[in-house]
């Protein structure tokens, strides 16, 4: 059934949002960080302090539920096609603010919809602390008569990468994510993962985007997560828990382009862009 392109500029309800030491500590171990990354990992160790991880905002404050404006929705046919964050302030390993989500475009894809929608969080003084933005491909919701939207940009850069950086995931990953808030069955159920096709479980999207995002921190930022201010990717492909992640990074000025694949050589993450400064 078509959704209703008039529920562009719905904005949810403003929601609390808080996070601790404990929390960051998850996220972090979640996108695989470890004991080589006790700055992300532990909040116990003398030095050096404990801190955030850029793409650690992904798990903050998002509301699903303004989606319901634009009419019914099939979950099991919703595909997260692309997240970007972008941050605005250097943000604490505990912390609070409101956050607010609204539908910001609406495109007809024909037998499918693509809508994006965008958080915006702020702290006790409105001050902007980030933005989240994603897009996600809907299956059946299109057919309304709407614009297509523009083409997706995710041609790699020419020539070899700079750099690139391998991570392996542990089969566990998925259940260490999870932890995150993102519990849908497709990433822990072996049976509900067969109903949708994969023959196990797979590994979140935005856990791989975490992975990307720790290695544009240690690559192109010297660690720093405040020089990571903003970070984009289009989700290309699945990755299943055990998986080994290579991440191809080209510098530009003022930040770098990326791409994430698999050991089959099956891009992940394309259109990978992330801003430092």
Same mark, same amino acid.
């Given at each position: 059934?078509?959704?209703?392109?008039? $529920?562009?500029?719905?904005?949810?309800?403003?929601?609390?949002?808080?996070?601790?030491?404990?929390? #960051?500590?998850?996220?972090?171990?979640?996108?695989?960080?470890?004991?080589?990354?006790?700055?992300?990992?532990?909040?116990?160790?003398?030095?050096?302090?404990?801190?955030?991880?850029?793409?650690?905002?992904?798990?903050?404050?998002?509301?699903?539920?303004?989606?319901?404006?634009?009419?019914?929705?099939?979950?099991?046919?919703?595909?997260?096609?692309?997240?970007?964050?972008?941050?605005?302030?250097?943000?604490?390993?505990?912390?609070?603010?409101?956050?607010?989500?609204?539908?910001?475009?609406?495109?007809?894809?024909?037998?499918?919809?693509?809508?994006?929608?965008?958080?915006?969080?702020?702290?006790?003084?409105?001050?902007?602390?980030?933005?989240?933005?994603?897009?996600?491909?809907?299956?059946?919701?299109?057919?309304?008569?709407?614009?297509?939207?523009?083409?997706?940009?995710?041609?790699?850069?020419?020539?070899?990468?700079?750099?690139?950086?391998?991570?392996?995931?542990?089969?566990?990953?998925?259940?260490?994510?999870?932890?995150?808030?993102?519990?849908?069955?497709?990433?822990?159920?072996?049976?509900?993962?067969?109903?949708?096709?994969?023959?196990?479980?797979?590994?979140?999207?935005? #856990?791989?985007?975490?992975?990307?995002?720790?290695?544009?921190?240690?690559?192109?930022?010297?660690?720093?997560?405040?020089?990571?201010? $903003?970070?984009?990717?289009?989700?290309?492909?699945?990755?299943?828990?055990?998986?080994?992640?290579?991440?191809?990074?080209?510098?530009?000025?003022?930040?770098?382009?990326?791409?994430?694949?698999?050991?089959?050589?099956?891009?992940?993450?394309?259109?990978?862009?992330?801003?430092?400064?």
């Amino acid at each position: 059934m078509p959704l209703d392109p008039a $529920a562009v500029g719905t904005v949810g309800e403003s929601r609390p949002i808080h996070w601790t030491a404990r929390d #960051c500590a998850i996220y972090a171990l979640g996108v695989g960080a470890g004991v080589d990354e006790l700055a992300f990992t532990t909040d116990n160790t003398r030095d050096p302090p404990q801190r955030m991880l850029p793409t650690m905002p992904v798990v903050l404050g998002a509301d699903a539920g303004v989606l319901k404006a634009a009419g019914t929705i099939d979950w099991t046919r919703l595909v997260h096609a692309s997240q970007s964050v972008e941050l605005l302030a250097p943000l604490p390993v505990e912390g609070s603010g409101t956050a607010r989500t609204r539908i910001v475009e609406m495109w007809d894809k024909g037998k499918a919809a693509l809508v994006v929608t965008e958080t915006e969080a702020v702290d006790h003084c409105q001050a902007i602390l980030f933005r989240t933005r994603m897009a996600l491909f809907i299956g059946g919701a299109g057919g309304w008569g709407g614009e297509r939207g523009p083409a997706a940009g995710d041609e790699p850069p020419a020539g070899k990468p700079e750099e690139t950086v391998t991570y392996v995931t542990r089969p566990e990953q998925a259940l260490l994510y999870r932890l995150n808030g993102d519990r849908n069955p497709l990433h822990s159920d072996p049976a509900y993962a067969q109903r949708a096709g994969f023959d196990r479980p797979i590994l979140h999207g935005l #856990c791989t985007y975490g992975f990307a995002g720790r290695a544009v921190l240690h690559t192109a930022a010297g660690s720093d997560p405040d020089r990571v201010t $903003a970070m984009s990717a289009r989700f290309a492909a699945p990755v299943f828990p055990g998986d080994t992640l290579h991440i191809d990074l080209w510098r530009n000025d003022g930040g770098v382009r990326f791409l994430v694949r698999t050991d089959a050589g099956t891009v992940v993450l394309s259109d990978g862009r992330a801003t430092v400064s």
